[in-house]
């Protein structure tokens, strides 16, 4: 239901665009949260969007690099990812609980997750 794509690896200091699209339903009025799971590491929110374009930021570590958008018209969502660390390195899984508002857990669809490698 959601598709996560975009990953790869990129150099310290670079960008990716990770994008998350829905192909059965219309999430123009859905909240869409950004995690990710580094190895050896529990799931951790990164960022979310809601339904009406509300952003809620989960991980500090992110902040003034990340930023995450929406499309309506091509009912995607994306999430901008600039200056990467090592430290970025993870599975980036876009998620929804089909709802406005941003909040963790209690999923009911998930992208696949999409790997993010940021070398040093």
């Known amino acids: 239901q959601l598709q996560a794509s975009g990953g790869g690896l990129v150099q310290l200091g670079g960008s990716l665009r990770l994008s998350c699209a829905a192909s059965e339903f219309n999430m123009d009025d859905y909240a869409i949260t950004w995690l990710r799971q580094a190895p050896g590491k529990e799931r951790e929110g990164v960022l979310c969007?809601?339904?009406?374009?509300?952003?809620?930021r989960f991980a500090d570590s992110v902040e003034g690099r990340f930023s995450i958008s929406r499309d309506n018209a091509k009912n995607t969502v994306y999430l901008q990812m600039n200056s990467l660390k090592p430290e970025d390195t993870a599975v980036y899984y876009c998620?929804?609980?089909?709802?406005?508002?941003?909040?963790?857990?209690?999923?009911?669809?998930w992208g696949q997750g999409t790997l993010v490698t940021v070398s040093s």
């Open positions: 998620a929804t609980r089909t709802g406005p508002y941003c909040s963790l857990g209690r999923y009911e669809y």
């Open positions: 969007i809601s339904g009406s374009g509300r952003i809620t």
